[in-house]
């Protein structure tokens, strides 16, 4: 080596390692969550050791990088996006600033729910399902009766009694089968299924059959002009004179309810009776007992409806 360059080298060494130690470069990284926009430092030295850069203590917080400010200015100079209720300069509408939902809304187009489906009646004046034969089908609505095996002279009860009071109800034929024996009356509630009303003394009843016969108290006491397929029968029942009167299609058969003339008696006592239907094999019928069911109107004097 030359000798001006022997003593050059320890100058140039020491100016080389000078540079290195006032001069090192950095790293730079804008701090988000500060409103100064500070800049935290790195050591570009620690990089070099492989341990990572060291930040500015002010821009770390427990160990994390502080989150970023919704506010904060985006690369391309436009603040983040936000809600469109913020964004339009308009608060949000409440919930309670909402009127509520009408209940007409959420169940209108629903059909209420039949008494039938919680106890097998319609109200409280259908036919009662505790008290028919095992024979009889009774309908989900509780007014229809119908036989559809072999059986023959088996009755059913409706829901509701009474022991006073005047009231008009009706039977519609709908079907007859082949058995003999079809009747609609009223009797207690102690009178057998297995017989019409007013077949045996201890039903305390009346009942008018196919056929034309009115039996009362167990005793055959006169006899009509029979019914057919599609007649309205009316029952007026006089329970506080203690007698009953038939119509069939509006026509009284015998005496005038509306005057107290004629009619049939069902006894002397004072005990609950009941409507009471009996049917055959293949026949069916349809009870109204209630004032807007009924076809006719009822006679002066008495209420529309059994119930």
Same mark, same amino acid.
């Given at each position: 080596?030359?000798?001006?360059? $022997?003593?050059?080298? #320890?100058?140039?060494?020491?100016?080389?390692?000078?540079?290195?130690?006032?001069?090192?470069?950095?790293?730079?990284?804008? =701090?988000?969550?500060?409103?100064?926009?500070?800049?935290?430092?790195?050591?570009?030295?620690?990089?070099? $050791?492989?341990?990572?850069?060291?930040?500015?203590?002010?821009?770390?917080?427990?160990?994390?990088? #502080?989150?970023?400010?919704?506010? /904060?200015?985006?690369? *391309?100079?436009?603040?983040?996006?936000?809600? @469109?209720?913020?964004?339009?300069?308009?608060?949000?509408?409440?919930?309670?600033?909402? &009127?509520?939902? &009408?209940?007409?809304?959420?169940?209108?187009?629903?059909?209420?729910?039949?008494?039938?489906?919680?106890?097998?009646?319609?109200? #409280?004046?259908?036919?009662?399902?505790?008290?028919?034969?095992?024979?009889?089908?009774?309908?989900? +609505?509780?007014?229809?009766?119908?036989? %559809?095996?072999?059986?023959? +002279?088996?009755?059913?009860?409706? @829901?509701?009694?009474?022991?006073?009071?005047? !009231?008009?109800?009706?039977?519609?034929?709908?079907?007859?089968?082949?058995? !003999?024996? +079809?009747?609609?009356?009223?009797?207690?509630?102690?009178?057998?299924?297995?017989?019409?009303?007013? @077949?045996?003394?201890?039903?305390?009843?009346?009942?008018?059959?196919?056929?034309?016969?009115? $039996?009362?108290?167990?005793?055959?006491?006169?006899?009509?002009?029979?019914?057919?397929?599609?007649?309205?029968?009316?029952?007026?029942?006089?329970? =506080? *004179?203690? $007698?009953?009167?038939? /119509?069939?299609? *509006?026509?009284?058969?015998?005496?005038? &309810? /509306?005057?107290?003339?004629?009619?049939? %008696?069902?006894?002397?006592?004072?005990?609950?009776?009941? &409507?009471?239907?009996?049917? @055959?094999?293949? =026949?069916?019928?349809?009870?109204?007992?209630?004032?807007?069911?009924?076809?006719? /109107?009822? #006679?002066?004097? !008495?209420?529309?409806?059994?119930?």
């Amino acid at each position: 080596m030359p000798r001006a360059l $022997r003593f050059a080298a #320890p100058f140039f060494a020491l100016l080389i390692a000078g540079c290195a130690g006032s001069a090192r470069p950095h790293a730079y990284l804008q =701090d988000a969550g500060a409103s100064d926009a500070r800049l935290m430092v790195a050591d570009a030295s620690s990089v070099d $050791r492989g341990s990572g850069p060291s930040f500015d203590q002010g821009a770390v917080r427990d160990g994390r990088l #502080p989150a970023i400010d919704a506010k /904060a200015t985006l690369d *391309n100079g436009q603040s983040p996006p936000v809600d @469109s209720a913020v964004d339009s300069g308009q608060a949000p509408i409440p919930d309670s600033a909402l &009127p509520p939902l &009408p209940d007409s809304a959420v169940d209108s187009s629903l059909p209420p729910v039949p008494d039938s489906t919680v106890d097998g009646s319609i109200g #409280p004046t259908g036919w009662n399902p505790q008290d028919i034969h095992p024979s009889i089908e009774r309908s989900a +609505n509780g007014r229809r009766l119908s036989i %559809s095996i072999q059986s023959d +002279n088996d009755s059913a009860r409706a @829901s509701v009694g009474h022991s006073s009071g005047k !009231y008009y109800f009706e039977v519609t034929i709908e079907a007859f089968g082949s058995g !003999y024996w +079809n009747a609609i009356g009223i009797a207690n509630g102690v009178a057998s299924l297995e017989l019409s009303a007013g @077949s045996h003394a201890l039903g305390e009843g009346c009942s008018y059959h196919r056929q034309g016969q009115v $039996r009362c108290l167990g005793q055959t006491i006169q006899t009509l002009s029979g019914y057919l397929v599609g007649d309205v029968i009316g029952l007026a029942v006089d329970l =506080d *004179n203690k $007698r009953i009167y038939f /119509a069939k299609n *509006n026509l009284w058969l015998s005496g005038n &309810p /509306a005057t107290g003339s004629g009619g049939f %008696s069902f006894g002397n006592t004072s005990t609950t009776r009941y &409507p009471m239907a009996t049917l @055959s094999t293949g =026949d069916a019928m349809l009870a109204a007992f209630e004032a807007e069911q009924l076809t006719f /109107a009822p #006679p002066a004097g !008495y209420s529309a409806g059994w119930y």
